[in-house]
């Protein structure tokens, strides 16, 4: 599409029910700086599920207990299988519709 586009300044509370973060960096700083985000998508849209795609390895014992965190969708750091593991974490991904993913 050529020429300017219409986007959305703002988002119902409403009309939000899932939203999707990726953060595909494997470190735990990364992991760790993402309570912010989290929290305040939570306070955002109280009624919205967040599904987090992530490459921390432990990410799932840190994150899911956040407000709002449905499921954490583990992407392959390292190790052998790695090819195969990315694939079925974005065919996890890719199974939900998202009302906004970032």
């Known amino acids: 599409m050529m020429g300017p ?3 959305a300044t703002s988002l ?5 029910s899932s939203v999707l973060v990726c953060r ?3 470190r735990l700083g990364n992991t ?9 998508i939570h306070e955002l849209f109280p009624g919205a599920t967040i599904d ?3 490459s921390y390895p432990q990410a799932a014992s840190l994150l899911k ?10 992407f392959p ?6 090819v195969w593991n990315y694939f079925a974490a974005v065919r996890r991904t890719r199974a939900t519709v998202y009302d906004v993913g970032d």
């Not at 750091?77 to 790695?82: D, I, N, R, Y």
């Open 5 to 7: 586009r219409d986007y």
């Open 12 to 16: 119902s509370t409403t009309v939000v």
């Open 24 to 26: 595909i960096n494997g």
């Open 32 to 40: 760790i700086f993402l309570t912010p985000l989290i929290n305040r």
């Open 52 to 54: 987090l795609a992530m």
């Open 65 to 74: 207990k956040q407000p709002g965190v449905r499921q954490i969708i583990s």
């Open 77 to 82: 750091h390292k190790g052998v299988g790695m």
